[in-house]
């Protein structure tokens, strides 16, 4: 089993900055992408931005420019420093963590966090 916690959200004015945190725990041989996804209000989820374990990233082109993804493998964690905060950027951010654990391959998300930007 494998465990994701996120922190780091909450409200912010547009304009300002936020840090997304996440670290997975559990029985983990491997992380193979550790990101994050965001779904607002009526709309799917839709990646914002992915890390490989070689440190290959990919983001949204909505976020591109202002928001930065960052990954420590040794301690399984992944952060998400949001700038230039805009209003549809609020939603809820959810960690995932794709690898290989004891149990086999894993494909996990966190309990998500909220990120609201108010103008």
């Known amino acids: 089993q494998v465990q994701l916690v996120e922190s780091g959200g909450g409200l912010v004015q547009a304009g300002g900055s936020l840090r997304l945190s996440c670290a997975a725990s559990g029985s983990i041989f491997s992380i193979y992408t550790m990101g994050w996804y965001r779904q607002a209000p009526g709309k799917q989820r839709e990646l914002v931005a992915t890390m490989s374990n070689g440190g290959s990233t990919n983001y949204a082109d909505s976020v591109k420019g202002r928001f930065s993804i960052s990954r420590d493998n040794a301690k399984n964690t992944v952060s998400l420093q949001m700038n230039s905060l805009k209003l549809e950027d609020t939603a809820v951010y959810y960690c995932?963590?794709?690898?290989?654990?004891?149990?086999?391959?894993?494909?996990?998300w966190g309990q998500g966090t909220q990120v609201t930007v108010s103008s």
């Open positions: 995932n963590a794709r690898g290989l654990g004891s149990i086999g391959k894993f494909d996990y």
